[in-house]
């Protein structure tokens, strides 16, 4: 059975990057039938589509979030990892990883998701 | 690109059905069959409902329903339940590689 965890840093400083791995258990991140991806929910709000990843190494982002993200991929590891540069407060967020089934376009599998909280 | 439009709360009775509406554009659940519905419990991570509009995966039960029509997509639970008091997300294909979610309608069955 298919399972995703997030890891990594829990608080980050303003002006910092924020750093989450996703490593998935149970299954080869070297599909071609999923993309990866990363998507965020602020404490009390609503889910926000951050980027996906092909296990390739083919990127795609949200444009309002582009400038600032990158998604990386270590098929080695299994895993898959986002970097947020220049974080504010308004970053605080739940970050969920998540399977996306290509064929059918919908995140089939989510990770527990990781409370990352921007403050100095 | 905007978030697509759900209503806030929506409630029910045990046994009754309801339905949330989640409404677009036409670049988005307009355009494309693409639409999808999650549902979240608190401090659990989304599950997957319905995928390309109206297709349920498997395991989940078929009180859920999902329909779509010009720039608007629907979810609709019949037979409400208590455990299907949940937040509940659409999320659709924008176009160029992008995708918007709706921002969320919190289900109260009384």
């Known amino acids: 059975q298919l399972q995703l965890q997030e890891s990594g840093p829990g608080l980050v400083k303003p002006s910092e990057t924020l750093s989450l791995t996703c490593t998935v258990s149970?299954?080869?991140?070297?599909?071609?039938?999923?993309?990866w991806g990363w998507i965020r929910q602020p404490p009390g709000k609503g889910l926000e589509w951050i980027g996906i990843i092909y296990y390739s190494g083919g990127t795609y982002y949200n444009p309002s979030l582009k400038s600032r993200v990158t998604i990386s991929v270590d098929t080695s590891k299994n895993e898959f990892s986002l970097k947020l540069s220049s974080v504010t407060a308004a970053d605080t967020a739940v970050f969920y990883c998540?399977?996306?089934?290509?064929?059918?376009?919908?995140?089939?599998?989510w990770g527990q998701g990781t409370m990352v909280t921007v403050s100095s | 690109q905007s978030a697509l439009t759900q209503p806030a709360s929506v409630s029910g009775s045990p046994g009754q059905s309801i339905t949330i509406s989640c409404t677009g554009t036409s670049s988005d659940v307009g355009s494309y069959n693409l639409v999808s519905w999650y549902q979240q419990h608190p401090g659990k991570a989304p599950k997957l409902m319905i995928y390309?509009?109206?297709t349920r995966p498997s395991g989940v039960s078929d009180r859920f329903s999902g329909s779509k029509s010009g720039n608007t997509a629907s979810l609709t639970i019949s037979g409400l339940q208590a455990d299907d008091e949940a937040d509940y997300y659409c999320?659709?294909?924008?176009?160029?590689?992008?995708?918007?979610f709706g921002g969320g309608t919190k289900l109260t069955v009384l």
């Open positions: 998540a399977r996306r089934i290509t064929a059918v376009d919908a995140f089939d599998i």
């Open positions: 149970g299954g080869s991140i070297s599909s071609s039938s999923y993309y």
């Open positions: 390309e509009a109206s």
């Open positions: 999320c659709s294909y924008a176009g160029s590689n992008n995708w918007v």
